[in-house]
T-cell receptor
Framework: DARVTQTPRHKVTEMGQEVTMRCQPI?????VFWYRQTMMQGLELLAY????????DSGMPKDRFSAEMPDATLATLKIQPSEPRDSAVYFC???????????????FGPGTRLTVL | GIQVEQSPPDLILQEGANSTLRCNFS?????LQWFHQNPWGQLINLFY???GTKQNGRLSATTVATERYSLLYISSSQTTDSGVYFC??????????FGTGTRLQVTL
């Protein structure tokens, strides 16, 4: 049963602490996305990678957020230092895309619910 | 970027009723997906439907790409259908832009 996995599922931390969220995309998928969901902004893209290379991180606050793919089976999203306004659910999604061709469907993980006190 | 509008924002149905949810988008798309976010927060893929019509059990969807809208039909609704339904689209870039969702509550 192929699915995107995310850890941790829940994280409560204090302002100023570093937070690391991890994602394992579906095996064989070449595109990985990070989205954030808040009541005020809804679901919005933070960053995405194709074949482990960052393609777009324009949705991410650069001063405190960083996203990486150390290998094809792991994507990470870090916040340092965290702030209360970062409280949200962070979703990872993966898909397989050959630009200009074929299916472009994305599959979402269960999310990490982050609370920054 | 592409704008996505969903209607209605809220919907209350009695079990067994049918409903139609609408998604309008502002530009041509290469990807259109419908998701159900259940009460536990999970985003469940319902349809990948950049054009055409698909059916899956009590759910069906139609996208008319030339007129820039998509419809999600729910027939014989059940309480387990409750949650938020999102439409999301992507143009030439892969990133999805989400609508604000339709919150559905199905009552007994």
């Amino acid at each position: 049963d192929a699915r995107v996995t995310q850890t941790p599922r829940h994280k409560v931390t204090e302002m100023g602490q570093e937070v690391t969220m991890r994602c394992q995309p579906i095996l064989g998928h070449n595109t990985v996305f990070w989205y954030r969901q808040t009541m005020m902004q809804g679901l919005e893209l933070l960053a995405y990678f194709r074949n482990r290379a960052p393609l777009d991180d324009s949705g991410m606050p650069k001063d405190r957020f960083s996203a990486e793919m150390p290998d094809a089976t792991l994507a990470t999203l870090k916040i340092q230092p965290s702030e209360p306004r970062d409280s949200a659910v962070y979703f990872c999604a993966s898909g397989f895309r050959v630009p200009g061709q074929g299916r472009n469907e994305q599959f979402f993980g269960p999310g990490t619910r982050l609370t920054v006190l | 970027g592409i704008q996505v509008e969903q209607s209605p924002p809220d919907l209350i149905l009695q079990e067994g009723a049918n409903s139609t949810l609408r998604c309008n988008f502002s530009d041509s798309v290469n990807n259109l997906q419908w998701f159900h976010q259940n009460p536990w927060g999970q985003l469940i893929n319902l349809f990948y439907i950049p054009s055409g019509t698909k059916q899956n059990g009590r759910l069906s969807a139609t996208t008319v790409a030339t007129e820039r809208y998509s419809l999600l039909y729910i027939s014989s609704s059940q309480t387990t259908d409750s949650g938020v339904y999102f439409c999301a689209v992507a143009g030439t870039a892969s990133k999805l832009t989400f609508g604000t969702g339709t919150r559905l509550q199905v009552t007994l």
